[in-house]
């Protein structure tokens, strides 16, 4: 798709603006291309919007064709969540160890009104309103569900933000182990 | 006659006559007359349709309906107790196995225990959620439940209560679930096989599976809890979001529902369409459980083969509707719109298009030796077991209970159509898978004698923006692509209902994996969810 | 036909005139060690393009069609992305074990990858019991499996890993007595002398029925060796995450990743040297013309041709058929094929001895 096609690049240029060395700057550009190509969705669905994004992995849609290829079921090789479905409050915490348990440079895109901010359900007892109050979404994808298309506009929404990161210095940081309630490292 | 035959045993108990009898009994006498009804010749109650569970304001209780697969009636059961406090009612999970799960699930939303009942955890809430959701006087502060990032910590042991056997003195027990050195495997709630996010727990010892523990509510969202603060066109959308790959057949469940409560007649066209478009989904639906077994046992270009085809049925409604997966089509008195005027010619264009592509899956797959050793003969479910925890839809028919509700107790046009209802005998993976094809192979039949036929008319009737219903307990059910679903609404003549309760199919399957899993393999626990084909947001609603 | 022994020999002499002969010894192994490398690093981002491709037309679908032509270079992003990808550190496991055993797993597929003659004169290894020590490193692989699975303190890569202990051991019978049968007929364990041997036909017309029946026996096993579907069980998606790795991420997982490609390969070329005649072109005998137009084909083309069409042959059935069950496969292994083997075994002497051969 081209750049002059999408509608909302304000945010991209933000990201773009603070800008690097030539050197470092012609590695990051092929290390980006390689990770935006590349992108693992990790197999990981709690409802309906599930069943959309099996349709967008499948003949008609075929999200392979933009480097999506492998859904891995082990979040260990992921390099994307798709949190395609309701999050409720059993499930929260499953969640925010499913991304823990990922390895960096991680993301997470939010589909479906559910995801987004609770969606028709938003009024229960025991749905969470929002999963970007448990994890950093980079990319929401409203609908209910999304349509295939919509799952994979927002799928390239989320190669063309990986493509102007800073990877070397910036999204590549070592984390410092940090601590769960029981004072273990986690 | 059953009427008379329960007066002269239990005199006691307060008869409601309505569409169906409604029986109240005092606690102290529920499990006998329970009993009774079960095994009394000429009453042969053996098949629990659904059991909810009430707060009635000054009372909480049960109420049951129950079904004769011999005879072919129907009655509510009722028993009650005004304990709030501490309210404990007995078990009949030792007489209907399907209770089982049904009264941990009302012990979860209204706090009820049941004595003697083995195995007294919460079903869908986390264990250490604070009240009981589905009492009125529940208190729904998101402070008092905040979202906890931390994970519940799982029990070996299983509370249980006991009464001693005069003075009801009541007593808490544990039951182990799983002993220190067994080896427990916990698959879910992320894992590719459990279709959403349920969570097994699962003994090996090596590959045999010894025990499988069904946890569920990982996607709960108090649907039920919701409709009672929504008015009765509101309550429709949350439907199609049970079991999404049956938007339609639940939708059509509640719409008679309401429909049958306010004597509102729908137009013939209206129930072609209905009937049309419930095919259709049944078609996606089990063209999806082609694909998704496929998938699971590792055959993944028959998934996509599968998904190709499910794209045609998903365009033909798509047309029609606006919706893929969720279609809001059905509302209260008829349809949301008109049909398309492509649909009749797409539809014949589909009926040509998908046998040859079903003899096509029967190579791929069918007829595959690993395929069929692998289905064959693993996880037996009798027909005893199926009527006794109640999993009825395809996984019923291939034990070989005639369970289908369009036969049965037909609805839409199902009477004025000619077609099979599947059976099979075996009870075993493999003819849960095949009756599904072949079902397919019926759909199709369906369609052909409906899409050339749909009459002139209106599509829907007129009803007033506020829909109130009478007083008085309904229920209604239909035959959705993973078995009954049923929609029980009890109300009190507002515009929102007071209760709402749909009986899940899927819940029931995930009941037996324990039963059909024990002594196989792990790749044999992935075949036999595979051909239960359960929908998780369906059993967790 | 080229030789590639000229080039070969021309660079150790001209590596040999101006150095001392120890050192030009240790500039070749170091030479040869990057072109190994090089090579099996080229081969395995080719297959997966070519798995994926492949896959994707069986399903209806296209494959990765955006990054190069036709998406041929998907594979190379594939690589950046796991270079750079953090590799976990994970608290309760066995540390040392865990980092070596992808080491273990690709260090096997490597030294198996060696021993391949890949043309004529290009062979690395090349002694008179090749195809014994292409065995026995090549299933050095498993211990690297089983270190896995035991270090990840994960219950899903321990089960992975004792399945795929108990398969490959099982298997490597199986391909252990096809091989047999193939040095019964040809009497070397030389790879150069087997493919040599098979100028005048391939062992695969010339050993007729039991060629045929160790050639297919060879295939089944083989796959199994690779824990590739239909025998993908230790890995298996939909039943353990991800098997023995299920625990590994960025270059740890790649090395495991890579591994399964290289066997896959590995398994191909041998087959091809055994039965299809290595990189020896298709001659008929008697058909002098049709044989000289065979010679001008470059042996390189003839090796990756058949290659090629035995890993399509693989990749065939890996997407064709549903993943087998533990039992179903070892019932296939000890109750069918190892006696067929055996009796093939027989078979093959029989024809040997009475010189029934073409």
Known sequence: MKYEEFNDNEYLEQLRASGTNVVVGCLDEVINWGRSNSLWPLTFATSCCGIEFMAVGAARYDFSRFGFEVTRASPRQADFIMVAGTIVHKMAPVLKRLYDQMAEPKYVIAVGGCAVSGGPFRNSYHVVQGVDTILPVDVYIPGCPPRPEALMYGMIQLQRKVKVERFLGGKNRKEKRSKNEKGEEV | MILENIKNKFPEASIEEGALLTITVETGRYRELALYLKNDGGLAFDFLICMTGMDWGDSLGVISLLQSTRHEHKLFLKTFTTNRENPELPTVSDIWETANLNEREVYDFLGIRFINHPDMRRLFLRNDWVGYPLRKDYDANPEVNPVRLYSEETFDVTPSFEATSHGGEVSEKENVLFEEDEYVVNIGPQHPATHGVLRFRVSLEGEIVKKVDVNCGYIHRGIEKMCESLTYPQTLALTDRLDYLAAHQNRHALCMCIEEALGLEVPERVKYIRTIMDELNRLSSHLLFWSTLCMDMGALTAFFYGFRDREKVLDIMEETTGGRLIQNYNVIGGVMADIHPNLIHRVKEFLKYLPPMIKEYHEVFTGNVIAQQRLKGVGILTRENAIAYGASGPTGRAAGWSCDVRKHTPYGVYDKVDFKEIIHTEGDSFSRYIVRVEEIMESLHILEQLVDNIPEGDYAVKTKPLIKLPEGHYFKSVEASRGEFGVYIESRGDKFPYRVKFRSPCLPLVSIVDQLARGNKIADLIAIGGTLDYVVPDLDR | ?358
């Open chain 3, 1 to 358: 036909m080229f030789d590639f022994a000229t080039i070969t020999h021309w660079v150790d002499e001209l590596l040999r005139s101006f150095l001392p002969h120890a050192t030009a010894t240790l500039v070749e192994c170091i030479l040869i060690g990057l072109c190994l490398l090089l090579g099996y690093a080229l081969i395995a981002l080719v297959l997966i393009y070519a798995e994926r491709k492949v896959c994707a037309f069986f399903q209806c679908r296209i494959g990765p069609n955006r990054v190069g032509p036709y998406g041929t270079i998907q594979s190379v992003a594939d690589m950046i992305k796991m270079l750079t990808k953090e590799l976990i550190d994970i608290n309760h496991i066995d540390r040392f074990l865990f980092n070596l055993a992808p080491f273990v797993v690709i260090i096997a597929s490597v030294l198996a990858f060696g021993c391949i003659p890949f043309a004529k004169g290009l062979h690395v290894i090349d002694f008179n019991v090749g195809i014994f020590f292409l065995i026995a490193v090549s299933s050095i692989g498993i211990v690297g499996i089983l270190l896995a699975g035991w270090a990840s303190n994960n219950k899903y890569s321990l089960i992975g890993a004792m399945r795929s202990g108990a398969q490959m051991i099982s298997y490597e019978l199986s391909i252990g007595l096809s091989i047999l049968t193939v040095v019964v007929f040809t009497g070397s364990m030389q790879l150069s002398t087997i493919v040599e041997g098979q100028a005048d036909g391939w062992l695969l017309f010339k050993g007729h029925i039991p060629a045929c029946i160790a050639f297919i026996v060879y295939l089944i096993a083989g796959t199994a060796e690779t824990n590739r579907g239909p025998f993908d069980l230790p890995e298996a998606d939909s039943e353990l995450t991800a098997g023995y790795h299920t625990e590994y991420s960025g270059m740890h997982f790649g090395f495991f990743y890579l591994a399964e490609y290289l066997n896959m390969f590995v398994v191909a070329s041998v087959a091809t040297t055994l039965f299809l005649g290595g990189w020896m072109p298709l001659h008929v005998p008697g058909w002098e013309s049709f044989n000289q137009i065979m010679d001008y084909i470059p042996s390189i083309f003839w090796f990756f041709g058949k290659t090629g069409v035995v890993i399509f042959i693989i990749m065939w059935f890996k997407w064709t058929f549903p993943r087998l069950r533990i039992d179903q496969l070892l019932r296939l292994e000890w109750r069918y094929l190892l006696p067929l083997n055996l009796l093939n075994l027989f078979l093959m002497v029989i024809v040997v001895v009475f010189k029934l051969h073409f």
